[in-house]
């Protein structure tokens, strides 16, 4: 899209001028394939986001900021610009078939077994005690107050 990202080292943060525009997640499976995921922040609300997650300084401890507004940008504040779904999906599409050199072949159907995990993953991510007591994450303990 125009902009010098780079991998934070020991981390999984994209970083644009030094500030995280995405967060992702890589692995290899035993069988050969890779799955990745993540986000990309197109747009990022500051004042919304401090009041909402009221971020404590642990969240920031191995970070060269002190608050989401140092730390977290977005494509649109980057690029100047609005950015579309589809626009960052083709980024990222061509990025990959072409660093990988591979072709994607998006059919967007799942396999039954697929299906069910998705829905089981629906089902508790969507639930009021994930949604009220739910972690963050399992390794940031700091994130939600009990």
Known sequence: MGLEAYRRTDSNDILVSGKKVSGTANIRLPDGSFVSFGNVILVFDHDLCERVL???????KDKEANSHRTWVTS??????????YSEVVSAIKETFENTMQIEFDITNTFTEA????????QEKYRS???LKTGRWSPVKDYWRPK
């Open 54 to 60: 009221m971020p404590t300084p642990e969240l920031f």
């Open 75 to 84: 494509l649109k504040t980057q690029l100047g610009r609005e950015v579309s």
């Open 114 to 121: 697929e299906n069910q995990i998705h829905e089981s993953l």
């Open 128 to 130: 009021e005690e994930w």
